[in-house]
């Protein structure tokens, strides 16, 4: 008994650190008053767990005023240098802010209305990333890159929109331009999918892994291909838009021009047009909630789609002959549902003598890859320039 009331109590207290980690990430440097009122923890539980988690460097404390009085601020430990990434999509907008060590320092997700336009978007998004690092306590200057993950095709050569009218009234919108004056600090512009990949590669599910195909199942279909630690674009950057492989030569018109691509078939619009009669209007969202609390009729719409993205999968891991599959997107938070069709297909389609079958892996950061990888790409870029020039400084020297 005494054995089992001792694992009760390891348990709760890693559930409260748990807790209190993610509100301070949340909504940033807190007093412990307010930890308290936020968490429902007890002002001593907070102070205990606060006072450890200092020694442990994972927080850190400061001198405030609160309605007159002396109070304890809370923030996240961070090292030096602040990396920012920026997700920007159809629907919505991302931002994850990291340190040096990769640690989530804050995360924050905004709606976005329909055909959103540049100059309100970025307004709102310059605001977002100078709100959220005061949220912290950090200054302007600790921020020392911005990446930018944008939910369509980017030109890796131009930096902008690869395919026009993908991002309805983002065309030869200059993102690096607009944010380098804002910021003065490096920026750079990159697909969705690549930026999740290199997130599941950085510190997801396929660490240590050299060759991995990351697939994206959002409102459309994207691919992040990684060839020996790195991403491959291809000569324009659209390597990996698996959402244009045309699937049906007498389907509809795609966004991009041409007909019957697969993002066609399982995009939102057609994933949920399929359910309007017994379903009625349904975003991919309630969808998603829906095929998690077990209706039969989503979860068939959900799996009939991951036969059709495997179908197109499988002819790529044919092409790059990758490691693992790792599935992510909102499509791949619905589990086994979407991941065994899947698997399933690319057993059937792939070499049905491989000695080795090919592996499915659900991502760890099925939602927040995009602007996380970019984060982390944000800061290790300035980290490794820093570095090279030191090597080379002391060679010279």
């Known amino acids: 008994m005494a054995h089992r009331l001792f694992g009760s109590q390891t348990s709760l207290r890693e559930a409260n650190r748990a807790l209190l980690l993610d509100t301070v990430r949340r909504f940033g440097a807190m007093t412990q008053i307010e930890l308290a009122e936020n968490t429902g923890l007890s002002t001593a539980t907070i102070s205990n767990l606060v006072r450890q988690m200092g020694e442990q460097h994972l927080l850190e404390t400061s001198s405030t005023t609160r309605n007159g009085r002396r109070a304890t601020l809370v ?159 291809g000569t324009t950057g659209l390597a990996g838009e698996i959402g244009h492989v045309q699937v049906d030569p007498l389907g509809d018109i795609c966004i991009c021009g041409n007909r019957g691509c697969l993002n066609t078939v399982v995009d939102e619009s057609r994933l949920v047009s399929l359910l309007s009669v017994t379903h009625g209007t349904m975003t991919l969202e309630d969808l998603v909630s829906s095929v998690n609390q077990g209706d039969p009729g989503c979860r068939r719409i959900v799996a009939d789609a991951a036969i059709r993205i495997g179908n197109v999968v499988a002819d790529l891991c044919n092409a790059v002959d990758p490691q693992v599959v790792v599935l992510g997107g909102i499509l791949g938070t619905t589990g086994s549902v979407f991941l065994d069709p899947l698997q399933e297909t690319l057993q059937r389609m792939l070499f049905p003598d491989a000695m080795v079958p090919m592996e499915v892996l659900p991502a760890r950061y099925p939602i927040t890859g995009p602007a996380l990888g970019a984060a982390m790409m944000a800061v290790d870029k300035v980290n490794e320039h820093i570095a090279v020039s030191s090597q080379s400084a002391g060679q010279t020297s």
């Open 75 to 233: 923030m996240l430990a961070r090292q030096k240098g602040l990396g920012a990434g920026l997700y920007i999509g159809r629907h919505e907008m991302r931002l994850e802010l990291v340190d040096a060590s990769h640690t989530i320092l804050a995360e924050h997700n905004l709606a976005l209305p329909h055909n959103h336009k540049p100059d309100t978007t970025l307004e709102r998004a310059m605001i977002l990333i100078k709100e959220t690092l005061t949220s912290i306590g950090a200054g302007m200057d600790e921020l020392v890159g911005l990446d930018i993950a944008l939910g369509a095709p980017v030109d890796c050569r131009t930096h902008q929109l690869a395919i026009p009218g993908i991002l309805k009234g983002w065309d030869n919108q200059d993102l690096i331009g607009t944010f380098r004056e804002a910021f003065n600090v490096p920026v750079s512009v990159d697909n969705d999918a690549n930026y999740a990949a290199l997130a599941e590669l950085r510190m997801g599910i396929a660490a240590g892994k050299r060759h991995f195909v990351y697939v994206h199942a959002n409102d459309g279909v994207g691919a992040g291909i990684i060839i020996n630690g790195e991403p491959w674009r």
